[in-house]
């Protein structure tokens, strides 16, 4: 599933902007459909901008009957009536996934036959302190077993101690859900620390859901400013 919609706070009209030719939108979809992983790809949108663009290379669309605040929320409608097991959230500005990072979190259900994990996601290790302090980018933090402990916009952990190593990882906002959590995460009302930091995947830890995340070191370009789509331009060339 693609969450889309056609506006967007710091970027407006993104999914729409060229990328070699096509959409934006269109070159996440394809790339989705092009690694050979899923049973079906489907846009959630409810634009017809972006539900005519997927149409036009024939590609399925989902229309959203109700006003969402995130993309989980969106998909949750989406796949309500579905016969389902294992939901992926690809995010529309991810234009270059790759089949590696998703094999890796669809390993994790496929590894968890108590059905303890509620969701997956990626991580990648990050060392550039000027993207550790960018609040664009979401920091995650994690247990010695890899299920994240936070989410932040801020630097985590913060480097009291200069002495001490420590690995900063950036979130990438692909996930693997059983049905039931995105089912639970529709039904739950925001709380606080989801409210103050706008990063939906804290409304799954402060309700208790186990997120497992995975190290991935394939970084992509996610298209979050008009500085991000000159890059990706770029790499696409």
């Known amino acids: 599933m693609i969450p889309a919609r056609y506006q967007a706070s710091r970027f407006p009209a993104k999914l729409m902007q060229d990328l070699g030719g ?9 790339a989705a459909v092009d690694t050979g992983l899923f049973n079906k790809v489907f846009v959630v949108t409810d634009s017809d901008v972006i ?7 024939g590609g399925q ?32 500005d991810e234009p270059f996934i790759d089949a590696e990072s998703l ?3 669809i ?10 994990i509620d969701l997956a996601s ?5 060392t550039d302190w000027e993207e550790i302090s960018n609040p664009n980018t979401v920091k995650v933090i994690v247990d010695n077993q890899d299920f994240a402990l936070y989410f932040s916009r801020s630097p985590i952990p913060y480097p009291r101690d200069k002495e001490v190593e420590a690995t900063y990882y950036k979130h990438k906002g692909i996930y693997a859900f059983r049905k039931r959590a995105l089912l639970d995460f529709q039904k739950l009302p925001m709380l606080p620390l989801e409210a103050k ?3 939906e995947a804290i409304r799954f830890l402060e309700y ?30």
């Open 22 to 30: 096509k959409p934006v939108i269109v070159r996440t979809y394809e």
């Open 51 to 57: 539900s005519n663009a997927i149409q036009e290379v």
């Open 61 to 92: 669309v989902i229309m959203s009957k109700n006003k969402h605040e995130s993309g989980s929320d969106r998909i949750a409608e989406a796949v309500a009536d579905m016969d389902v097991d294992i939901v992926i959230n690809v995010q529309g």
């Open 103 to 105: 094999t890796k979190i």
């Open 107 to 116: 390993k994790v259900f496929k590894n968890d036959a108590d059905q303890e």
């Open 122 to 126: 990626l991580m990648t290790p990050i």
């Open 197 to 199: 930091e706008k990063i």
């Open 208 to 237: 208790g859901k186990k997120i497992k995340m995975v190290e991935t070191h394939v970084t992509g370009i996610e298209i979050d400013t008009p500085e991000d789509l000159e890059r990706a331009r770029r790499v696409w060339k």
